[in-house]
Nanobody, 115 residues
C-alpha cells in the first residue's frame, strides 16, 4: 500500500517562502505522476502543480513564476518550492498520486500567509 506523507507547511508573511515535501512509501517503482493540490475553505481542491517521472511539469497560472515543483529522477519524493507567497495562497496543500488505478492523497498540510 502506497502512503503519502507531507511536511513543510506553516505560517509565513507575505512575500516569504516555504518548501513543501511529499514522500511516497510502499512502491517499488517510480510513480508516473506526483502532484500538489490546494483547497480553500468551502471550495474544491485545485491542481497547483504536477510532475512526471520523466520530469515534465505543469504549473497553474495562478502560481506561475512563484512556485516550482521538482523531484529527483527515480525518486518518489516531490517538492513544492513556494516563493513570494501571497495572502491568497493560504490553503490546505495536499500531495496526490495514482497507484494501480487508484488516486491517493496525503493528509494535507496547512499553509497560512499572513502579516
Amino acid at each position: 500500500q502506497v502512503r503519502l506523507v507531507e511536511s513543510g507547511g506553516g505560517l509565513v508573511q507575505p512575500g516569504g517562502s516555504l518548501r513543501l515535501s511529499c514522500s511516497a512509501s510502499g512502491s517499488n517503482n517510480t510513480l508516473p505522476v506526483m502532484a500538489w493540490y490546494r483547497q480553500f475553505p468551502g471550495k474544491q481542491r485545485e491542481l497547483v502543480a504536477q510532475i512526471t517521472d520523466g520530469g515534465f511539469t505543469y504549473i497553474a497560472n495562478s502560481v506561475m513564476g512563484r512556485f516550482t515543483i521538482s523531484r529527483q529522477k527515480g525518486q518518489n519524493t516531490v517538492y513544492l518550492q513556494m516563493n513570494n507567497l501571497r495572502n491568497e495562497d493560504t490553503a490546505i496543500y495536499s500531495c496526490y498520486t495514482a497507484f494501480q488505478g487508484s488516486g491517493l492523497w496525503g493528509q494535507g498540510t496547512q499553509v497560512t500567509v499572513s502579516p
